[in-house]
């Protein structure tokens, strides 16, 4: 075997193996959740009386007509809309959108400041992003074939603490707010989460919404 073969094919079988590699990924990838309709939107956020901001995101609709549900989803913060980087992608907020969507419900997710399409020279801090995540929430009970009643939020990562802050400062009444694998564990949660409950009490919600709220936010 000449010298050539040998440098061709120490070159040819990394880059077949390499191929297969991302083939095999991007295959599983796609199989993991089903593509619905959805549409692209910009949500208005006022600041103040004379300047407004527009929030991209996309509507996710269920394959069938629903009772009128939805879902909010506040993606892990430096991530898009669909749950990416510039130069990663995890696709979790696709996944999310999917699953929910295929259970019926109609989704948002969007890009928080600094993140996808929605790029701001100002770091956003944290009463940025909840402000974001209720208008976001206004905006999604506010759409035509949604109960506002039946509105919920589901939060990963450090949006966890956006989505509590948004509930807490704007008085959001989400059906349900589920929080998956928290970021800021310990006290800013803890904080926050105990805010929403004292809300509640003040609000009136019985002693067992309050506490079942407790054991899960301790969770």
Do not use: W
Not at 12 to 35: D, E, H, W
Not at 73 to 98: A, Q, W, Y
Not at 106 to 128: A, C, I, K
Not at 156 to 173: F, I, R
């Amino acid at each position: 075997m000449s010298k050539k073969t040998i440098l061709f094919t120490s070159l040819l079988l990394p880059a077949v193996i390499g191929l297969a590699v991302v083939l095999l990924f991007r295959m599983n990838r796609s199989s993991s959740y089903r593509t619905y309709k959805e549409q692209e939107v910009n949500v208005t956020e006022s600041i103040d009386s004379k300047i407004s901001i527009k929030i991209p995101g996309t509507i996710g609709f269920p394959p069938a007509s629903t009772q009128g549900k939805a879902i909010l989803i506040v993606n892990e913060r430096k991530l898009d809309r669909n749950g990416n980087t510039p130069n990663i992608t995890f696709d979790t907020g696709l996944m999310l959108s999917s699953y929910f969507q295929g259970r019926g419900y109609t989704t948002f997710r969007y890009d928080q400041r600094g993140t996808g399409s929605n790029r701001h020279l100002v770091e956003p801090g944290v009463s940025h992003l909840a402000s974001e995540a209720a208008s976001s929430f206004q905006y999604l009970s506010s759409m035509k074939d949604v109960n506002p009643q039946h509105v919920s939020i589901v939060a990963v990562g450090q949006g966890c603490a956006v989505a509590l802050k948004a509930v807490v400062e704007y008085n959001l009444t989400p059906q349900k707010l589920i929080l998956l694998s928290c970021a800021y564990t310990g006290t800013v949660l803890e904080h926050l989460g105990n805010q929403l409950v004292h809300t509640m009490s003040l609000s009136g919600s019985s002693q067992v919404d309050m506490k079942q709220a407790s054991i899960e936010i301790q969770e």
